[in-house]
Structure formats: C-alpha cells, structure tokens
C-alpha cells in the first residue's frame, strides 16, 4: 500500500483560517495549522486517526481517506 498526502484545513466558524492548532494523523508527529489554517502529512498507516487538540476528527481507511479534510469549528467540536 503507498502512502497518500492528506492536507486538512481548520475554518472557524465564520469560514476563517485558524492557525496555530495542533492536528496530528496516524504514523505521523504533531503539527500546527499555518497561517492559512492548514497542515499537510504523509500517511502510510491502513487505519488513520485524525486529531484537532486531541480531540478524534476522522477515523478511517486509508483507501478511503479523501486528499483534503475540510473542517469547521463548532460548539461541539471540529466536523468536516
């Protein structure tokens, strides 16, 4: 299996980048969101785990895994 890039992009909710959030996928360190709210990983893993903060944004495969991961912050939590 190769691995894919994932990049994932924080919106608050008025649709503005967040920056500075710690995001971290499966395999992978942590990183902080850019200026433009945005981090980029390398993922090899077969099961991925995406976390916002600590907090479990998406679970899945990696064949399934989309390019992009657009999520939005709400009272709740991050969703894509």
Known sequence: ??????????????????????????????????????????VDEPQVVVKVDGQEVHNGTLDALPAQLRLTQQAGGWKA
Do not use: H, N, Y
């Not at 971290?24 to 433009?36: F, I, K, P, Q, Y």
């Open 1 to 42: 299996m190769s691995a894919k890039k994932l990049t994932i992009e924080l919106l608050d909710a008025q649709g503005q980048p967040v920056s500075g959030t710690l995001v971290s996928a499966s395999g992978c360190g942590e990183l902080r969101t850019s200026v433009m709210g945005t981090v980029m990983f390398l």
